[in-house]
């Protein structure tokens, strides 16, 4: 794998522990590599084929879908 290159940060509030969190995502050629982060207790780095990446994608939409969108002032989204 190339070193993956940073795509964006996601910084938000966990619902269940009310702790800081974030994901970082950074990408390379068919690779996907996520990292998610709760800032008091650690961090959980998957990475992933990009046909994998495609199935957690669509799920991800799915739940979009789902989950009505609110406006929050605890979750941004920071480009690199």
């Known amino acids: 794998m190339s070193d ?23 990408a390379s050629s068919d690779v996907v590599v996520l990292s998610i982060s709760i800032r008091v207790d650690g961090d959980l780095l998957v990475a992933m084929n990009y046909s994998d990446f495609e199935r957690l994608l669509e799920a991800l939409h799915l739940a979009a879908t789902i989950a009505e969108p609110t406006e929050s002032s605890s979750t941004s989204v920071h480009d690199s």
């Open 4 to 26: 993956p290159q940073q795509v964006a940060t996601v910084d938000f509030v966990d619902i269940d522990s009310g702790s800081d969190a974030f994901v970082a995502i950074r």
